[in-house]
């Protein structure tokens, strides 16, 4: 197992460049996918190993119920630093299932709480609420139930006709494009390494810049989209919003910049030879090298225990 079972832990540092970079050079599809399977896959790879510390640790408490010889020092070496890498991972194991259990938990709610107040709309793809706050969000939805698009009459009202169709194109987007699920995933990713959390950030982003983009199109004019998401910040801020994202949520600044500019290249992945893609590429080696560390890990501790188990 060697330091190799420390690597997944600290491999997310290489995803750092391409999380910003994404954001200015991929279109906000691609970079949305591409930034939540690498967020996915090094926090699954972090866990493991943390996993995998857990077990010398308690191997080496006293009454703890593994076998006696799983804590002989043959299985020990196998785990450079054992003393104290052992022990100190158990803490923080549960710390990491506890943060996202947590996180799991809340997104549930919130979404359970939301379809609840909207009971008495059922049936409806739109539900338009007696508000004079101005916000509206997706509201994906539960088991077979379709999601649907929330909006009070206090944004209506403000929006005109072309902005208001903007608004349910980019709403719409979201719900289409299982942002929800992507978010979800890079929050959890993120609470299970604090290294992720840009990628986290940058995701917030782009699956923004991602319903914007499919806005633009359904509407026809990206000035249209820009100005109702700016319109929409403007009168929106300091108004207490529901939990969930909102039409106005993320970086608007760069959002309204980017629909100012023409639209983004569709390629999936950048060349090798600009800055973003040498990005890409050392995100997908860093993700590569802990995949492959955490399975090396792995593979070498089961038959490590293996070996030292009773027959």
């Known amino acids: 197992m060697g330091v190799f079972v420390f690597l997944p832990l600290v491999l997310p540092l290489t995803a750092w460049p391409i999380a910003r970079l994404a954001e200015q050079h991929l279109h906000p599809r691609p970079a949305t996918r591409l930034l939540t399977w690498v967020a996915a896959v090094l926090a699954a790879c972090s866990t493991l190993c943390l996993a995998l510390l857990v077990v010398v640790g308690t191997a080496q408490l006293p009454g703890n119920p593994l076998p006696d010889a799983w804590s002989d020092p043959e299985v020990r070496a196998a785990l450079p630093y054992d003393e104290i890498a052992g022990p100190a991972a158990i803490p923080a194991l549960l710390a990491v299932l506890v943060s996202c259990a947590g996180t ?15 009971k008495p709309l059922r049936g409806r793809a739109v539900a338009v609420l007696s508000d004079s706050s101005p916000y509206a969000y997706a509201l994906p939805g539960t088991g077979r139930r379709s999601g649907r698009v929330v909006v009070t009459t206090g944004m209506l009202s403000v929006l005109e006709p072309a902005e208001r169709r903007a608004l349910f194109a980019h ?39 991602w319903a914007d983009e499919e806005a633009a199109v359904a509407v026809g004019s990206r000035r249209v989209v820009a100005r109702a998401v700016g ?24 959002r309204v910049a980017a629909l100012l500019e023409p639209a983004p290249s569709a390629r999936i992945w950048p060349p090798v030879s600009t800055t973003a893609g040498l990005a890409a590429w050392g995100a997908a080696v860093g993700t590569t090298a802990s995949a492959l560390s955490s399975a090396n890990s792995a593979v070498t501790l089961f038959l490590v225990l293996r070996a030292a188990s009773p027959a």
Do not use: D, I, M, Y
């Not at 938990?105 to 909207?118: E, P």
């Not at 319109?231 to 760069?254: C, D, E, I, N, Q």
């Open 104 to 118: 799991a938990v809340r997104h549930r709610q919130v979404r359970r709480r939301s379809a609840r107040a909207l």
């Open 171 to 209: 709403e719409r987007a979201h719900l289409t494009g299982r942002h929800h699920r992507l978010l979800l995933a890079v929050q959890l990713a993120a609470r299970a390494n604090p290294f992720l959390r840009p990628l986290r950030t940058a995701v917030t982003c782009t699956a923004e810049r």
């Open 231 to 254: 319109k929409a910040a403007l009168l929106s801020a300091g108004t207490p919003g529901p939990a969930l994202a909102g039409f106005a949520g993320g970086p608007v600044p760069r």
